[in-house]
């Protein structure tokens, strides 16, 4: 089969390898899906901090069964499924309290540890949850960036009844707006300096599209927001002006998630921080819990994916969706990569 590895910033080759069998408690899955997100556009550049190269990518899939190890029970070969990323110790305080998402010694396929970026990928059966057969290919690759976005606005309290204010319009903002919506926030503020990523997200059903770039945030919260402004603020870019914005515009007592991966450590005023009892709230991956809101809310047809995914490329030519995504400078949004 064929699999493939990104051997240095910048290049992949593919390697004949051998089809692996399933152990015991392993599925063997056809990768069909692959979405390429922001962290793996950070290994191709050499900027991950946390990735060493060779490394086979691969981690928001979507896949049928083919294989299943004795052990193995609730799956069939021929099920549609995806699959959580995350290798925990199971003995470390988080892991032993409930928290195994941000286990003391994580490993992430298709970071740490090889992805699904092959024709077949053997994986623990734990890892692998069945999906509806209404859920598309498509749909199936969208299910690990909708469940980070879940927990995120699980640790900011939830988004029922609340003027939600998501900062960032790229993939997983886009997303955050439109789970926050779906989770039933009063209404949802989405802010970017794109007008091509706001555009978008405006196309996926999001009422307030705020250009940061040509109009006061403090102005627009008051506009469309009233003085209350917002009751929960989510900061998806990871750069020092976005979670200034934040921190600036929230009330009183807001909660303040952060989402965004920060590659340089930002000035936050921590004397606002202080003075409003302003919350800042990390959140790292997910849990199984939600998976299954994610799996939910796209068998429902709660989210608008089929307008997010902006380039498609065969497996053979994986390098080129990253170039493409050097080419588009800044203007896509979800690149998808196909096997059949």
Do not use: W
């Not at 540890?113 to 598309?136: H, M, R």
């Not at 690990?144 to 003027?163: C, F, M």
Request: net charge negative; aromatic share 6%; glycine share 10%.
């Amino acid at each position: 089969m064929k699999q493939a590895v990104m051997t240095a910033p910048g290049k992949i080759q593919f390697f004949d390898v051998e089809k692996p069998a399933p152990k015991d408690d392993e599925v063997v899955m056809q990768t069909r899906r692959i979405g390429v997100c922001g962290s793996d556009i950070h290994v191709y550049h050499g900027m991950h901090p946390y990735t060493g190269y060779p490394v086979v990518q691969g981690h928001e899939v979507g896949g049928v069964v083919t294989a299943l190890g004795r052990n193995v029970s609730g799956l069939r070969v021929g099920d549609k499924v995806t699959f959580m990323p995350q290798v925990t110790c199971g003995k470390c305080y988080p892991c032993t309290h409930g928290m195994y998402h941000i286990c003391e010694s994580l490993k992430v396929m298709g970071f740490q540890t090889g992805g699904a970026a092959q024709e077949y990928f053997a994986l623990p059966a734990d890892n692998v949850l069945k999906l509806p057969d209404t859920i598309s290919l498509d749909e199936a690759a969208f299910i690990e960036p909708v469940s980070v976005t879940v927990h995120a606005i699980g640790r900011g309290g939830g988004a029922e009844g609340k003027n939600v204010l998501v900062l960032g319009a790229g993939p997983i903002g886009n997303l955050t707006a439109q789970v926050a919506r779906a989770c039933g926030a009063r209404a949802v503020m989405i802010t970017d300096v794109s007008a091509y990523k706001l555009d978008k997200a405006r196309q996926c059903g999001i009422e307030f599209a705020v250009n940061t770039a040509q109009e006061n945030l403090g102005e627009a919260l008051l506009r469309d927001f009233g003085p209350a402004k917002a009751d929960l603020i989510l900061e998806c870019v990871g750069v020092e002006g976005t979670i200034t914005d934040a921190v600036l515009n929230a009330r009183k007592g807001t909660n303040i998630v952060v989402v965004g991966v920060f590659g340089k450590k930002p000035q936050v005023d921590l004397g606002l921080v202080q003075d409003r009892e302003l919350s800042l709230i990390g959140t790292l991956m997910y849990q199984k819990a939600d998976y299954l809101k994610a799996i939910d809310l796209v068998t429902n047809g709660k989210l608008s994916l089929d307008q997010m995914i902006t380039h498609r490329f065969p497996f053979d030519r994986y390098l080129d969706a990253y170039h493409a995504i050097e080419a588009s400078k800044g203007e896509y949004l979800k690149v998808m990569i196909e096997l059949n």
